[in-house]
């Protein structure tokens, strides 16, 4: 679990302010719900034999003896908050957001943390290939505004109740045929989690697993047509993407499209968001029968791939060095009018040297700095210098808000 210190804090509040930005366009409004749950929410919606619900959640008991879990995403809390406050009875399509901390205890590593941020979108309500591809559309507008490019889309359909039993089924007996070469933790899911033996990333598994079924070609009818439209949409808003018939994802709620924006600039952890369609999860938590579809970007991993210089951190605009009892007062009461009046002004409180002030000046980065001695205040003028070209101006202090505001 990560500080994040005030000196990187920059990178991320522009992360977040750019997707409330991008998000709002597309119509999403944001949603914040507890990082607390009851254990059995996500037990019932990413599923008993997924590796999060198995060996990474974080779970106590209460005080009541009621098992609770730090949030290890933020779909399922959503659908819960959309039935239990009756969402959908007042309009049956949401666009929501959401921007929070989530808790999985994984081994960590470079971008894998046990406390990660997630800034999540969810679409509930349409079931039209339509709003698949625009999420996805949102989801490259959003790196594009941020300025990410070496990512890139993948996208697979896994099929629905009605196809994929059979698929899994087929997928299970060809994995019995080879069951030497995967590894003992494909071995023992394979039963259990077959699509997941076709996501792992031990090589002999893989290799083992080169000419497996895929599902995209035991789709049933209404599936097939799905993706082929999801994929005819994103010809026509020019999203780029490629099919990975192989991608399968780490939660059971996902039907039909499931997507992935990867890189390869981050090692082993190569996501940076992921998602997908997740019809019948609603009504399987108790609530109406509305299909709904989203993403979850990982923040930490945008943190970690952004050039952190293009974001600049909120230097002051005017740093005032004071000399003497009665200036540092006449200090004191400028830089606060300035502040009330928006002007990001700061000063020494440690009682330096002028020396000293004008070095802090420079390591804060400040756009002007003022100095103030006595004859400055018997004046009531000060000489404003410009820190980028050194040039300085001459200026009443009374007159000094006008001047910067
Ligand atoms: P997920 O694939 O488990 O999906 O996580 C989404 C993203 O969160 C990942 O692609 C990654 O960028 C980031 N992430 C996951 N685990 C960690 C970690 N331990 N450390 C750092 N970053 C991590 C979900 O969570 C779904 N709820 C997404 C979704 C929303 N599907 C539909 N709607």
Request: charged content about 25%; some cysteine.
């Amino acid at each position: 679990m990560n500080d994040v210190l005030p000196d990187a804090v920059g990178v991320w509040q522009f992360l977040e302010r750019s997707a409330r930005e991008v998000f709002g366009t597309y119509g999403f409004a944001e949603i914040r719900t507890p990082v607390l749950e009851k254990t059995e929410l996500f037990c019932r919606s990413i599923g008993e034999t997924t590796d999060i619900v198995e060996k990474e959640m974080y779970t106590f008991a209460d005080k009541s003896g009621n098992s609770m879990t730090l949030r290890p995403e933020g779909t399922a809390p959503v659908m819960r908050s959309i039935i239990q406050n009756r969402l959908a009875a007042q309009d049956p399509v949401a666009k929501l957001f959401y921007i929070g901390p989530m808790f999985r205890y994984e081994r960590p590593q470079k971008g894998r943390y046990r406390q990660f941020y997630q800034i999540g979108v969810e679409a509930i309500g349409v079931e039209d290939p339509k709003i698949d591809a625009q999420i996805l559309m949102m989801l490259h507008h959003f790196f594009n505004r941020i300025g990410i490019n070496a990512v890139s889309l993948e996208i697979n359909s896994l099929g629905c109740p009605a196809c994929r039993p059979d698929y899994r089924r087929q997928l299970i007996q060809y994995l019995e045929q080879r069951l030497e070469p995967l590894c003992s933790e494909c071995q023992r899911r394979y039963q259990t989690n077959p699509l997941r033996v076709l996501d792992c990333k031990v090589e002999s598994c893989r290799a083992a697993t080169t000419d497996a079924p895929a599902v995209v070609e035991h789709l049933c009818g209404e599936c097939d047509q799905h993706f082929s439209q999801v994929r005819h949409y994103l010809d026509l808003l020019k999203v780029p993407y490629t099919v990975n018939v192989r991608m399968v994802r780490g939660l059971d709620y996902y039907v039909r499209t499931t997507f992935e924006l990867v890189t390869d600039q981050l090692g082993s952890q190569n996501a940076v968001a992921a998602g997908g369609r997740y019809d019948g999860l609603i009504e399987s938590l108790g609530g109406p029968a509305l299909p709904g579809i989203g993403f979850a970007i990982g923040l930490e991993r945008l943190v970690l791939m952004l050039d952190q210089d293009v974001v600049s951190t909120a230097a002051p605009e005017l740093f005032i060095a004071a000399l003497g009892d009665a200036a540092v007062e006449q200090a004191f009461i400028l830089m606060s009018q300035l502040q009330v009046q928006g002007v990001r002004a700061d000063m020494d409180f440690q009682g330096k040297s002028l020396k000293a002030q004008m070095r802090r000046a420079d390591k804060l980065g400040a756009v002007h700095t003022l100095i103030i001695g006595d004859d400055e205040l018997r004046s009531g003028q000060a000489q404003l210098k410009k820190m980028a070209d050194g040039s300085q101006t001459s200026v009443r202090l009374d007159a000094l808000l006008d001047l910067l505001t």
